[in-house]
């Protein structure tokens, strides 16, 4: 199990005929193959809270009951594989800047171990840990790693529902990370991901994750989203030294037009909203879109 890979090699064997992605709105399902179809499954406000320090599931009989009803009859009563995609603000991301990086995995996990230590109330040690490193901004010497790390307990609760219902999560990422698939736009990019409650915005800059921030709102609307996205410009510019060039939306539904408006208006720059080959990407399938694509591909 991972919670991070690299979306260009997601799977070396042949993908799972399921995908799963979680929000406190529900759970939404995809079969894949040649033509992928959708289903989902809604949540009673309470079942799930997400949080990156706590248990998120609130409700475990009605999750599982919402996963059981979708899970399509297996005939050969086998385990089945199936890639999940969790909440972006029940792992906590980071991105870690090295001058040097060892080639040896155990050095290098030990390394970002002990990098994380002083960046989470627990311990790191016995957390579920994944790492990806990656350019870092032009500079062939220096090295920028992006971390997951969430407490084993967190990761454990969300499959504990489809381990029941004979499905083995293969692969566990979180709906921010996958949605990158989508995102192929030249330069410096700010994403701006909305769902339900939860404000997630990052910074790709040539491809490679910059910058990763999981906000809670206390009212997610456009004018508290403002708040918190406008700040990004600015640090990018000051302290990434690159200058964004488009923003991006996802997940803002009937907003994304006055969004759109305001934020293009406001920041002088392009602002488009994020789309799939099926139309605008939902607020709680992101991740599953993304992860589609990358199997297309």
Same mark, same amino acid.
């Given at each position: 199990?991972? @919670? ?43 079942? @799930?809270? *997400? ?7 609130? /409700? ?13 009859? #297996? ?23 090295? /001058? ?5 995995? $155990?050095? !290098?996990?030990?390394? *970002? ?25 032009? #500079? &062939? $010497?220096? *090295? ?47 994403? =701006? ?45 000051? #302290?990434?030294? *690159? ?6 939306? =996802? ?10 408006? !305001? ?8 602002? /488009? ?9 939902? &607020? #709680? ?13």
């Amino acid at each position: 199990m991972s @919670l991070l890979r690299s979306l260009s090699s997601l799977w070396t064997d042949p993908p799972p005929a399921l995908a799963f992605e979680l929000s406190e709105a529900g759970v939404a399902m995809a079969r894949t193959g040649k033509e992928p179809s959708y289903d989902f499954r809604p949540l009673e406000s309470g079942v @799930l809270s *997400v949080s990156p320090l706590r248990d998120n599931i609130l /409700d475990a009989d009605k999750l599982a009951a919402a996963v059981r009803s979708m899970v399509p009859p #297996n005939g050969s009563r086998k385990r089945r594989d199936a890639a999940l995609i969790l909440p972006d603000s029940c792992v906590r991301i980071s991105i870690l800047d090295f /001058d040097h990086f060892p080639t040896d995995a $155990k050095e !290098q996990l030990s390394l *970002v171990r002990f990098r994380m230590k002083k960046s989470v109330p627990y311990d790191v040690d016995s957390a579920m840990l994944s790492y990806h490193a990656q350019s870092a901004g032009g #500079n &062939e $010497k220096k *090295v920028d790693v992006v971390v997951a790390v969430a407490p084993l307990e967190i990761i454990s609760r969300y499959e504990a529902p489809f381990r029941a219902a004979a499905i083995e999560p293969g692969l566990v990422t979180l709906s921010a990370l996958a949605s990158l698939e989508l995102i192929h736009e030249p330069g410096t990019v700010v994403v =701006a991901k909305l769902s339900g409650r939860m404000l997630t915005i990052m910074v790709v800059s040539s491809g490679a994750l910059r910058l990763v921030r999981s906000l809670e709102l206390s009212h997610p609307g456009i004018p508290e989203i403002a708040s918190d996205l406008y700040p990004t410009f600015v640090y990018t510019e000051d #302290n990434l030294g *690159v200058k964004v060039e488009k923003l991006l939306l =996802a997940g803002f539904g009937e907003m994304a037009a006055e969004a759109k408006d !305001q934020f293009a208006r406001e920041l002088n720059l392009p602002v /488009d909203v994020i789309r799939t080959a099926t139309g605008v990407a939902g &607020e #709680n399938s992101l991740g599953l879109a993304g992860y589609l694509k990358s199997l297309a591909a």
